[in-house]
Each structure stands twice: as structure tokens, then as C-alpha cells.
């Protein structure tokens, strides 16, 4: 048997890690894009910001075509997601704003940031049950956006630079984790006050959070390389260890049966973990450097963007 044929062969059980977890892909992206978070679309198409091309893209995984909506001068987007109303919301670093972009006319509406909060650093972004926006900036701010109104808000944020992921939980409360800060927190959505709480991990690294069906939060930790998840109703705390040496765990991501989707640096990978049965999965890029950035998908689908390969990838499950 030649190297070539072992190697493929390897790459297909990578792909094919079991009978539920069905088949990787990738989907390339204009080089220099730099694609960081992603955001799958109703209408069955794939947002992502292209970070380093100062623009949000809109891949069709049916064609592999892909579009790229300009979003002003010394844009650089770091986070997006699909809003209530269907359209794309990106928060953009470079414009020191949270920008909206029209699924259909592809119009960008521009929310400036106060300008008492000039670099704000803004990561990413999550919707209350009331519809209003909320989202992170690392420079030690968050804030909240009313798409109705218009008003744009901001808040320091209790313990200075890190604030990071934010997620909403099925109740519709926010909360947002801090790098540096190494900390959780709750934003009250009706007077903007954050409450820290802190997990038992000293100086974890606290960067994405995703709430499941429960309101459970889970934590990606990226100096720990833990997965953590708390249980607001109980107050406690539970930690796991991807099986890497050295792990950097990057991301979360719970999909829409319970399953934690994580990001680890040290390996490559893409890992699936079962809180069921406390196991991990793991599905390595075909491709050295791959650094997959937040991920997030719809039902049967997990998407990431490979930060470092300027490709788009998904794991496709039934």
C-alpha cells in the first residue's frame, strides 16, 4: 500500500470519525481574508467576516461562490451573527461600531459607539429577549444596541480589559466571559449593571461562552485549555480537559441537541464533546495552522472559519 493511498485513507477516518458525525468540508475564501467568526443564514448560505479584507462575506456552500459587502473605511470585523430580524450583525473593531447588513439589498447600517469609548476593541455580540443587542468590547467595555430606537449604549466593564464572548440563554439573559479578566459575568438588561462571577479555575482564560437548551453556560477556557460549564440555577461549576497535552481551547459552540463544539489550537481540531457521556471527538483540518476561530451552525451543521488556511469549514452530522 503506497503513502498516498495511507494518507487518504487516514484523512477519510479523520472525516468519518463515526456513524452520527458524517463528513468535513472546506469551502475557500479570497486569500488574505483572514475569515474569524461565521454565522450559517436561513436562506441556507454562510456569513463570515473577513477580518484582514475589511469586509463580511457571504459564502454559498451550493456554488462555493463567494461575496464579499464592504463595510466602511478601516473596517475590521471580528464578530457576527443573525438577528432576529434575519439580517446579519457584525461587530467591527476597526469602525468602533456594530454594523447590520440587509440579507436582501445588502444595505450596511452603521451603530457608532459613543465617543467616550473610542477603541473599544468590540469582539462580539448576542440578542436579549427583548431584542436588543448586547455585545463585548476587550478594552474593557460592554454595551447594548436598540435596533428600534437606534440608541447605542456603553458600560465599563467591572474588572477593566478582557470582556470577550457573550451568549444569550434560551430565557433570553446575557452573559459574557473575560480573557483577561478570567471571569464570567451577568449583565442585568434592564439597568446594564454586570455582576462578575468567577470560576474555581484561577486564571483560566475565560474566552467564548454558549448557553444550551438549559441555560447552562459553557466556557471555552484558553489558558486552562478546559471546557467549563456553570449551571445558574444551581450555582455550581463543572470543568473537562480536551485529550491534548497543552491545550488551547479557543471556542464554543452547543448545538441544537446539547453537543459542546470546541476549537483546540494545539491539535488542530475541531472537537465534538458529549455531555452525556463526557467524551470527546475530534476532527483534525486536513490543513497545518488551521486556527478556527468561534464556530456556530444549524440543525445538522457545525461551521468555523480557518483563520489561518483563508477556508470556511463544516462538520455535517445527522
Do not use: C
Amino acid at each position: 500500500m503506497t503513502t498516498a493511498l495511507l494518507a487518504a485513507l487516514f484523512a477519510a477516518a479523520i472525516a468519518i470519525s463515526d456513524a452520527d458525525a458524517q463528513t468535513v468540508r472546506y469551502f475557500p475564501v479570497p486569500d488574505g481574508d483572514g475569515p474569524h467568526d461565521v454565522a450559517p443564514a436561513p436562506d441556507g448560505t454562510v456569513w463570515y467576516t473577513a477580518q484582514r479584507a475589511g469586509a463580511l462575506g457571504r459564502l454559498d456552500p451550493a456554488t462555493g461562490k463567494v461575496e464579499h459587502i464592504a463595510l466602511g473605511r478601516r473596517s475590521a470585523p471580528h464578530g457576527v451573527i443573525v438577528g432576529p430580524d434575519g439580517a446579519a450583525w457584525v461587530t467591527d473593531s476597526g469602525l468602533n461600531a456594530v454594523v447590520r447588513v440587509d440579507p436582501k439589498t445588502r444595505e450596511v447600517r452603521t451603530f457608532a459607539l459613543p465617543d467616550s469609548t473610542a477603541n473599544a476593541n468590540l469582539n462580539t455580540a448576542a440578542f436579549d429577549r427583548n431584542g436588543v443587542l448586547w455585545f463585548t468590547g476587550q478594552n474593557g467595555y460592554y454595551g447594548s444596541v436598540n435596533p428600534r430606537s437606534g440608541d447605542v449604549r456603553a458600560w465599563k466593564a467591572p474588572r477593566g480589559n478582557g470582556p470577550y464572548g457573550i451568549t444569550a440563554t434560551p430565557a433570553g439573559d446575557i452573559y459574557y466571559v473575560s480573557l483577561a479578566g478570567n471571569h464570567l459575568a451577568r449583565i442585568d438588561i434592564t439597568s446594564g449593571e454586570a455582576a462578575v462571577i468567577d470560576p474555581p479555575t484561577p486564571r483560566q482564560g475565560a474566552r467564548r461562552v454558549w448557553s444550551d437548551s438549559k441555560g447552562r453556560l459553557w466556557i471555552s477556557e484558553w489558558n486552562s485549555g478546559q471546557v467549563s460549564m456553570f449551571d445558574p440555577s444551581t450555582r455550581q461549576w463543572r470543568q473537562w480537559m480536551p485529550p491534548v497535552r497543552d491545550a488551547r481551547t479557543y471556542s464554543v459552540y452547543v448545538d441544537e441537541r446539547d453537543k459542546v463544539w470546541l476549537t483546540e489550537w494545539t491539535s488542530n481540531a475541531i472537537m465534538r464533546f458529549d455531555p452525556e457521556t463526557e467524551k470527546f471527538e475530534t476532527f483534525r483540518s486536513d490543513r497545518d495552522g488551521a486556527r478556527v476561530r468561534q464556530m456556530l451552525g444549524r440543525p445538522g451543521e457545525a461551521w468555523g472559519a480557518e483563520s489561518g488556511t483563508d477556508r470556511l469549514v463544516v462538520v455535517s452530522y445527522r
